[in-house]
């Protein structure tokens, strides 16, 4: 059993007092599903599978819902989205139980409890909903909040585990979806759950440590070296170990205790050293050319991607979330 959702597009000058609840009944859960996620068409594999429920809201034309199911396959458009004027729109997703299967054209990856993801409009995909799903959601503009459209960009269509920030702009939307509230605080509820969120994610990408934990005078000594010799593009684990006094093999069985090598824990301090470059702004900020040059990598390029791989976001993004 299939159905297409071909709703039409919405305009942000619409009142936010617009809910809508379902019950078990397939038709009911399917015209809650139209009005929360107008791209997509949805499938189950047969008529016994057929349940579900949903209960949501439209902010500011934009729906949040808590959708529950079982077994369902979902099939989302980008060009629906763009005919329907959505393709600047993205999806938060926070995956309250069960699991699903997200698959696009980048490869396919599980979405778990605790975990949550950004879905782009502007990308077709496939998420095939299993036993027990259970998913809160938000859909949001990305040009209405231009300060998070890169980094939206760069983490969409990955997991990504939450915590205390995520926790509670899903409680701001529950509360919403559960005791309702008027049109002027609803939105500002749903914008700053946004806000939140991507301020969470931007101070991971801010702060997170890649190097060991202090601790140790070797290892100390160690930084040491590695930030006296940040922009030597040539300093090696070779060189690091003589001016320890060790054995190259000495100095991996060191570096093994912290779960890194050598030529890891190097990266990582020039990559930790990078990151503050990265946030500095002002007349005397440098660009990330020289912040790449500084820290020791041969070209912008090679420094993106090594800074993408640790932080998960590259330093352009970074930089113009500040």
Not at 6 to 33: I, K, M, Q, Y
Not at 212 to 232: F, N, S, T
Not at 286 to 305: K, Q, W
Request: charged share 20%.
């Amino acid at each position: 059993m299939t159905t297409s959702n071909t709703a039409p597009t919405r305009r942000a000058s619409e009142p936010c007092v617009d809910a809508f609840a379902a019950a078990a009944n397939w038709d009911a859960f399917l015209d809650g599903c139209r009005r929360a996620y107008p791209t997509v068409s949805i499938s189950a594999p047969s008529s016994s599978a057929c349940h579900g429920r949903i209960r949501g809201r439209m902010v500011d034309s934009f729906p949040i819902a808590h959708v529950r199911t079982d077994n369902v396959v979902v099939e989302a458009s980008a060009r629906a989205a763009a005919q329907q004027g959505l393709a600047d729109h993205y999806k938060l997703v926070w995956q309250l139980g069960g699991s699903a299967c997200f698959e696009n054209a980048a490869g396919h990856t599980e979405i778990l409890p605790n975990q949550a993801m950004i879905v782009p409009f502007s990308s077709s995909y496939r998420l095939h909903a299993k036993e027990h799903y259970s998913a809160l959601t938000l859909v949001f503009a990305v040009d209405r909040m231009p300060r998070w459209k890169g980094l939206a960009a760069e983490l969409c269509g990955r997991p990504l585990m939450t915590d205390a920030a995520f926790n509670a702009a899903a409680a701001g939307i529950d509360s919403l979806l559960r005791n309702g509230g008027n049109a002027r605080s609803a939105s500002l509820v749903v914008e700053y759950a946004v806000d939140l969120v991507f301020r969470a994610l931007l101070e991971h990408a801010d702060s997170s440590p890649l190097t060991p934990p202090r601790g140790g005078a070797r290892l100390e000594r160690a930084r040491i070296l590695v930030e006296h010799h940040l922009d030597d593009h040539d300093y090696s684990p070779a060189r690091l170990a003589d001016a320890l006094g060790m054995s190259r093999r000495s100095l991996y069985e060191v570096f093994r205790q912290y779960g890194t090598t050598p030529a890891g824990f190097i990266r990582q301090v020039r990559l930790e050293h990078a990151r503050r470059d990265v946030l500095r702004n002002g007349a005397d900020a440098p660009t990330l050319t020289e912040v790449a040059l500084r820290n020791g990598f041969n070209d912008s390029a090679s420094f993106s991607r090594a800074f993408r791989d640790a932080f998960g976001v590259a330093p352009s993004v970074l930089r113009a979330a500040h």
